[in-house]
C-alpha cells in the first residue's frame, strides 16, 4: 500500500480484460473482435462503462461515492468465440500494465476478468495478468478481481489476488452489485480490517452450459449454503465457479474459493464442503434433449405461445457462430406459423439490404462459418424490415450488460419472412439476452408461437416470463452437452464425466 497521508483520497486503478474462450473453435478471436465488442483506453473506461450495469459498472458508481481517485487502465471484451491470438493478447495486456505503471502509486487495484480466457501463448490469462500487475502494484497493495462465475480457476490466480469474487447468478443478472461488493471489500482492505485468507477446492468436475444455471441444481443447492457460510462475519466472500467446459486449460471446471478474515482452517474446511457437495449433486442438473422435429411437433401442440426452443449446441454465448440451421430446418419442414429464429448471417443481411424492404428475395441461409452448425438452407421470402441493428435492452440488468454496457450493437440486420417464419438476420452474431433484440425491428416475441433461443441458461431472464413451456433441443454444435466429443489435450484428469 502506498505510503501516502491516510488522510488523502486513496488512488484506485481499474480495468480489465474479459473473454469467454472456446478453445475447440478454429477461428481466432483477434483485437478486431475486442475492437467490434468493447475497448476502452484510459479515461473512456470511465465515460463508457461508467452508469452501466457491469461489473465494472458497478465498481466505478461505489468508487465516486467513496469518492476514490480512480485511475482507469483498460477495458476489453469480445464476444465468445475461439483462443484469443497472441499479438491480440500482448496488446492489450501491454497496454493495460503500461497504463498500470503510469499510474503509480497506488493505494489498490479493481480487475474485472472473466476466468476462462485462453490465448494462443497462455493457457491461464488470468492469473498471467494478475501476476504481472502484482510484479507492478507491490506485494502490499490490494487486488480485488471480479470473475464471470464460468471462469476455469488456477491455484495461481488465487494466489496473486488478495480477494477473488464472482457473479452468484446465471442467468447473469447481479454483475452490478458483484462490482459494488468488489469496492466493499477493497475499502474494508484499504482501512486495514481484514487479512484475507484464500483457500481453493477443485471437485474434478466438467459442467456443460446447460448444467449451470443457478436456479437449478446443483448449483441453487452450493449457492445456497455459500450464502449462509457468507453470512459469517468470519467470511469476507466465496466464489462458486461452475467452470467453462469448452476451453481446454489443465485447471478446466468446477472450483470454489472461499476467502476469510484471517481463518485459513475455516476457509480450507468451507471450500472442501462446497467443492464435496456440488461434486456429490453432479448429475442434478443434466437436461433432456429432443431431435429437432421432435421438439418442433410438440412445441406446435400448445394452444399458444411462445414455446421457447432451447438450440443450446449453438449457444452464442458460449463461443459458437450463432448460425447453426438444424433448429431452422425442422421448424420450415412443419410450415410453423407464426415462429420466431435469430440467425448470425453477414452475407444474408447484405443481399436482404439489397434487395430491399418489401422485395422476395431466394437465399442460402446460416451454416457458413464451420462444418459443426448444419448445412445452409435454401429459402425465399419478404423483406419486411431493415435495421441498424442498435437497442437498448427492456432488463436493466440482463446476462449482455454485465460485459458491455448497456447497449447492444448487432450490426445491420434484416426482418426476413419465410412462409409463417419470422427471421431475424444480423451481422454480428449477437445472444437472445433481451426481448428488445426482436422487438426492435418489428417482431413481437409474445405473439410467436416458438422461438428458438442459441443460448444455454443467459435467455431465461428475458424469455421465462413470457414462456408457455421450455424444450431442449439436440442440435448439432460446438457447444454440445456431450462433453466427450471434445478432444482435450490440456485438462487435468480424471474429471467427471469423461472419466
Known sequence: MSSRSRSASPRIAIGGILHETHTFMEQPTTLADFEAGSLCRGEDVLREMGGTRSGIGGMIEAASVRAWRLLPTLYATAMPAGTVADDAYQRLLRDLLDRLRGALPLDGLLLALHGAMVAEGELDVEADIVARARNIVGKETPIVVLLDMHGNISPGLVEAADALLAYDTNPHIDTHARGLEAVDIMARLLRRQIV????????????????????????????????????????????????????????????????????????????????????????????????????????????????????????????????????????????????????????????????????????????????????????????EALSDGVFKPELPDNHFAAFYGDEVNMGKCAWLRVGGLNILLTERKTPPMDLAQLRHIGIIPEAQRMIVVKSAVAYRAAYLPIAAAVIEMDTAGLCSANLARFPYRHLKRPVFPLD
Not at 205 to 222: A, I, K, N, R, Y
Not at 302 to 323: E, H, K, M, Q, W
Open 196 to 383: 484475507p485468507t484464500a483457500a481453493y477446492a477443485r471437485p474434478a468436475l466438467l459442467l456443460p452450459p446447460q448444467s449451470t444455471g443457478t436456479d437449478d441444481e446443483p448449483l441453487s443447492l452450493v449457492q445456497a449454503r455459500a450464502a449462509e457460510m457468507e453470512a459469517e462475519a468470519a467470511v469476507v466472500c466465496i466464489a462458486v465457479m461452475a467452470g467453462f467446459a469448452y476451453a481446454d486449460t489443465p485447471y478446466c471446471g468446477a472450483s470454489i474459493i472461499v476467502t476469510t478474515d484471517n481463518q485459513p482452517q475455516l476457509a480450507r474446511r468451507y471450500a472442501r464442503e462446497l467443492s464435496d457437495l456440488l461434486r456429490a449433486r453432479r448429475d442434478s442438473a443434466a437436461p433432456c434433449f429432443l431431435d429437432p422435429a421432435e421438439a418442433v411437433a410438440q412445441a406446435a401442440q400448445f394452444a399458444s405461445g411462445p414455446v421457447i426452443l432451447v438450440d443450446s449446441a449453438d449457444n452464442i454465448g458460449g463461443g459458437t457462430p450463432g448460425d447453426g440451421t438444424d433448429a431452422l430446418a425442422a421448424m420450415l419442414d412443419h410450415d410453423v406459423q407464426e415462429g420466431a429464429i435469430v440467425l448470425a448471417d453477414a452475407e444474408a443481411v447484405a443481399i436482404c439490404r439489397e434487395t430491399g424492404t418489401g422485395g422476395t428475395v431466394t437465399l442460402d441461409l446460416g451454416a457458413k462459418s464451420d462444418n459443426w452448425h448444419g448445412q445452409p438452407r435454401r429459402v425465399t421470402g419478404r423483406v
